[in-house]
């Protein structure tokens, strides 16, 4: 079993609508959390960054996290079609290292 | 800021032959890392450097990948021989632990066919 898992999809949702993405993870030690987003044939690019539970909004993201279920969620409000990309979560333990844990990635396709 | 800069950002190479990535990581970071991106496995640490020692290498597949980081604004990424399932994306990625906690920056990748 993985550390990190997240559902590949894709997802596909209509402009306008709520894209809602999530991970589970088995390592209770993880403290920070991450999503990045992905465009075709680029790098993964920081979209949010979270320190323990609780939730973080920017914009149109907002992210979730609760540790006591080892359970994290973003979502995209008032999807664009920039939007269509594949989205990361990603976790570490701490500081030290900034070592990532990665889970597989969700690709969100948004149609106009 | 240029960001991370990655070379080759595509490279097609024969088996056996020597295949070397780089990489110019954000000016100022004291973190460097190389990931592998592939379908089948996602994204997956190969190897950081803090202030430019190796830290970790335990997600360095086996001896045919090397890493060197001769110093703050350099590194490379070596795989000889090469073989077809190495056939990936490389990225290098940079970060500065105080800033952000843990936010890590990557290049555009370096896409590796090896026929």
């Known amino acids: 079993q993985k550390e990190v898992e997240q559902d590949p999809g894709p997802l596909s949702v209509p402009e306008g609508a709520i894209v809602s993405l999530n991970c589970t993870y088995s390592?209770?030690?993880?403290?920070?959390f991450m999503w990045y987003r992905q465009y075709s044939r680029k790098g993964p690019e920081l979209l949010m960054y979270?320190?323990?539970?609780g939730n973080k909004e920017d914009g149109r993201f907002t992210a979730q996290v609760d540790k006591s279920s080892k359970y994290i969620s973003l979502f995209i409000r008032d999807s664009q079609p920039s939007d269509s990309a594949t989205y990361l979560c990603?976790?570490?333990?701490?500081?030290?290292?900034?070592?990532?844990?990665f889970g597989g990635g969700t690709r969100v396709l948004v149609k106009p | 800021d240029a960001g991370v800069i990655q070379s080759p950002r595509h490279e097609v190479t024969e088996m056996g032959q020597e295949v070397t990535l780089r990489c110019k990581p954000i000016?100022?970071?004291?973190?460097l890392f190389w990931y592998r991106q592939t379908m089948m496995r996602g994204l997956e640490l190969l190897i950081y450097?803090?202030?430019?020692?190796?830290?970790?290498d335990s997600g360095m597949p086996e001896d045919r990948f090397s890493a060197k980081m001769p110093n703050a604004s350099f590194s490379t990424l070596k795989i000889q021989p090469s073989e077809p399932r190495d056939s990936a994306v490389y990225f290098c990625?940079?970060?500065?632990?105080?800033?952000?906690?843990?936010?890590?920056?990557f290049g555009e990748g370096s896409w590796l066919t090896v026929v």
């Open positions: 990625a940079s970060s500065h632990w105080a800033f952000s906690g843990n936010t890590i920056y």
């Open positions: 390592n209770s030690a993880f403290q920070y």
């Open positions: 979270t320190y323990s539970s």
């Open positions: 990603a976790m570490s333990a701490g500081a030290a290292g900034n070592k990532l844990t």
């Open positions: 000016s100022g970071h004291d973190y």
């Open positions: 450097f803090n202030n430019n020692v190796p830290i970790d």
